[in-house]
């Protein structure tokens, strides 16, 4: 008897012992668990889509972002729980979780469960409560995706208790109902009940009958394959009708007409006995449930671009999981109806697209775009040929390469090169030469100036002009101007051999016209959060513009450019006459990649700088006798006469230090007067070349210019106010900007706190802790409820 006690004794220290160690372990394992969790009050703003709302310039609505899983789009409106029939929220309750209003996050029996699968070595499915659900699908997705695992598991549980603490019942289940994967939807994916409601009725979750909401219950579980087999699904669908009459949701009558209604999911063809039965079923369109990918969206190749922008700046969590934000963009809705109505006039060769653009010269603002040539009745494809195609230039190239010969001080506009046959040696080219030709083999056999040559358009020229500058020089500069060339590109990249976009292109022209300055293409302004906390400013912003040529060189740039356009006719050998607007000064260039397959036309105004690009979309020889100067350059007068439509009028202003001196004699060139500058004005930083720049007249004469900072400060910013950071601001909040000191007093803090009045909470963002959510079920009655050519 006494060795029996001291053995019970020993086991029963023994069994503390292993306890302990157990809590030991399952402490460390839970800390460390603890600390790997993502943060449940992401749940307030999140993720099931605070929808993402775009505006334009004007803040007119430009619609909202699509979420993405990966690539795939997915379609996810918000409903509140008063926007959804009280019969579906009883039916996912049976359904999903019976005991959702009895638990606090775990239901015992699903543990029980749960742990006796682990025990014999099974796989973890089944048995989640409602919030485990919510908290898989959204908080710990990115981690796991639909992965199970033991660890998941558990931080399911730990997060779930949280999110069961923070939030109510009726935000939980609305939060589910919004997040649940309820299919394919062809482009897009079914998320949330909104999408399920429309893509399989036709409805809104409002006016779902029982039936009908029983059976988008009964998907949930796999909503693609039981989709296929309706017969089997109506066999899921009984089974929850009996449970929710054993629940107390609904009474036996109502579970019997729920069953006999004549129910027809999009797609299929069902036909019913009088009791309910089937009698025939047959899938008669796969596709029928199909929802579009894009949902109300204005322009919508602009917001396309938008969305890249964010997700670059912000990421995509913030974007799609987090979402709610309020982002407010450059496009002016007058400037992007002139695009749109020009693609839609554009003639365009046969079997080919097109893509224009509109930017401001002096801010770098995107102000208009189409990416496609826009046909009335007909679907244009999502591609983007404005942001996305990189395409050869052409000679749009060519006023980059002058301007740059112009700004080392070697050449000026009155320059003499020849229109002869060249060879340079090239160990990679046929013969080992490369033997570059003008357009379709023709020569005029002469020397001409540089002026005649860029109006002409001419390679030969051209080459030599590249041979004077250095390429090494000449490709410095594209960099600069963020339109490089490929590595071990040589000299055909003078005449073209550059791949870019139409965006990229028109903010390479801007600084013919804003003075020499480099703006990168801009198309947000400023971005808040559902709250009104302010993310992002470009008032606040401390990136400058990149001078690339001083305001004299690009000012003869731009004096060469307007020549192209304006010096010869079509009928005397010009390409640009068609760009032409009466009463205004227009510069710009046309481009004909070989083959061809590329036509451009870039110019600038003294309020616009666009681009036009023509051609296949797969890429493609068009055609033979076809030049840009045919097409491009109408298409761009269109769109620009209808945006300089109503402006005063104004143009390009003069810098000092230019002066003008009369072309020689040759043909219709004899009356132009080209520019010209001193040789100290011909570098931004201010060094004077020597050669080859006719001499300054001597009654000229000129101050420098104040060094590029003079008169600025370094201030701290508090990012979420636009003004200097106190001792109360968030260290995360804190930027520095240079401002000029005259505008130091704009920053000062204010006295009190006060939102902007555009930057009001998005009211469905914000958790209310004292109403509750209305349209929730009540309590169940019973139950537990490539050599370019010119031009």
Not at 639 to 657: D, I, R, T
Request: aromatic content about 10%; some cysteine; proline content about 7%.
């Amino acid at each position: 008897m006494v060795y029996f006690l001291r053995f019970l004794k020993f086991l029963a220290a023994l069994v503390v012992a292993l306890f302990v160690v157990g809590l030991g372990v399952a402490g460390a394992f839970g800390t460390r668990w603890a600390r790997q969790l993502p943060d449940f009050r992401q749940l307030d703003s999140l993720s099931l889509g605070a929808i993402t709302r775009v505006y334009a310039a004007d803040h007119s609505a430009l619609g909202t972002l699509i979420p993405k899983v990966g690539e795939q789009k997915v379609s996810r409106t918000l409903v509140g729980l008063d926007e959804i029939s009280p019969s579906m929220t009883s039916a996912i309750i049976t359904n999903e979780d019976r005991h959702f209003f009895e638990h606090y996050g775990l239901d015992p029996n699903g543990i029980a469960r749960q742990f006796k699968r682990l025990w014999q070595n099974e796989s973890i499915q089944g048995g989640s409560t409602i919030t485990n659900q919510l908290v898989r699908n959204t908080l710990l997705y990115d981690q796991y995706k639909n992965k199970a695992s033991a660890d998941r598991k558990i931080k399911e549980w730990m997060l779930s208790i949280q999110v069961e603490r923070a939030f109510t019942k009726e935000e939980i289940l609305q939060d589910y109902l919004n997040a649940i994967y309820w299919g394919d939807g062809g482009p897009v994916e079914l998320y949330g009940l909104y999408s399920a409601a429309q893509a399989y009725f036709g409805k809104t979750p409002r006016t779902l009958t029982l039936a009908e909401s029983v059976y988008l219950t009964t998907l949930v579980p796999s909503p693609i394959n039981r989709f296929r087999n309706y017969k089997d699904q109506r066999g899921y669908m009984r089974s929850l009708l009996d449970r929710m009459v054993q629940d107390g949701w609904i009474t036996s009558a109502q579970s019997q007409a729920a069953w006999k209604e004549n129910l027809q999911p999009r797609g299929w063809k069902v036909a019913y006995d009088s009791k309910g039965n089937i009698t025939s079923a047959t899938l008669v369109d796969k596709t029928a449930h199909y929802l579009k990918a894009v949902n109300t969206v204005r322009f919508p190749y602009f917001v396309q671009q938008v969305e890249q922008d964010l997700v670059k700046r912000f990421g995509a969590a913030k974007v799609y999981g987090e979402g709610g934000l309020r982002v407010y963009t450059t496009l002016e809705p007058r400037i992007q109806r002139a695009v749109e109505q020009a693609s839609y006039r554009a003639r365009v060769p046969y079997g080919t697209t097109l893509a224009a653009v509109v930017s401001d010269p002096y801010t770098g603002d995107v102000l208009g775009m189409v990416g496609q040539k826009l046909r009335y009745g007909a679907t244009a494809p999502e591609w983007n040929n404005a942001a996305q195609g990189q395409r050869q230039i052409g000679s749009t190239i060519k006023p980059l390469l002058y301007t740059t010969a112009l700004s080392t001080g070697k050449l000026n506009q009155l320059s003499y090169r020849d229109d002869r046959p060249i060879y340079i040696p090239c160990k990679s080219c046929k013969g080992g030469y490369y033997a570059p030709k003008d357009f379709e083999g023709e020569m005029t056999l002469r020397s001409m100036t540089l002026r005649e040559a860029l109006d002409r358009s001419l390679n030969l020229p051209t080459i030599r002009v590249a041979m004077d500058v250095g390429l090494p020089t000449f490709f410095e500069k594209l960099k600069e101007l963020d339109i490089p060339p490929n590595d071990g590109t040589g000299y055909a990249a003078a005449l073209g051999a550059v791949e870019t976009t139409p965006v990229k292109m028109a903010a390479a022209y801007a600084p013919f016209a804003n003075g020499g300055l480099y703006h990168q293409p801009t198309y947000i302004t400023r971005v808040t959060d559902a709250r009104g906390e302010v993310l992002y400013d470009r008032e606040n912003s401390v990136e400058l513009p990149q001078r690339v040529w001083s305001p004299q060189v690009a000012y003869m740039g731009l004096d060469m450019i307007k020549g192209v356009v304006n010096d010869l006719g079509t009928s005397q050998g010009g390409f640009s006459e068609p760009a032409r607007i009466a009463n205004w000064e227009v510069g710009g260039k046309t481009g004909t990649s070989n083959g061809p397959k590329d036509l451009w036309f870039v110019g600038v105004n003294p309020y616009y700088v666009g681009a036009v690009w023509i051609g296949k979309q797969a890429g493609g020889d068009m055609g033979t006798h076809i030049y840009s100067g045919q097409w491009a350059p109408p298409i761009w007068h269109d769109m620009m006469v209808s945006a300089l439509s109503g402006l005063p009028h104004k143009s390009f202003p003069q810098p000092e230090g230019i002066y003008l001196v009369q072309h020689p004699n040759i043909g219709v060139l004899g009356r132009v007067r080209v520019a010209m500058t001193s040789p100290r004005y011909l570098t931004t930083s201010r060094s004077v070349p020597t050669q080859g720049v006719l001499p300054e007249p001597p009654s000229y004469s000129e101050a420098d210019l104040p060094a590029p900072d003079s008169g600025t400060t370094i201030i701290y910013v508090d990012k979420a106010t636009g003004k200097m950071a106190t001792e109360f601001t968030k260290p995360d909040n804190i930027v520095q900007r240079r401002i000029y000191a005259s505008e130091l007093a704009a920053y000062a803090p204010d006295d009190t706190i006060s939102p902007l009045k555009d930057e009001t909470a998005d009211p469905g963002a914000v958790k209310k802790n004292d109403e509750p959510l209305g349209g929730w079920p009540t309590a169940p009655v019973t139950g537990s409820g490539k050599t370019p050519a010119p031009q």
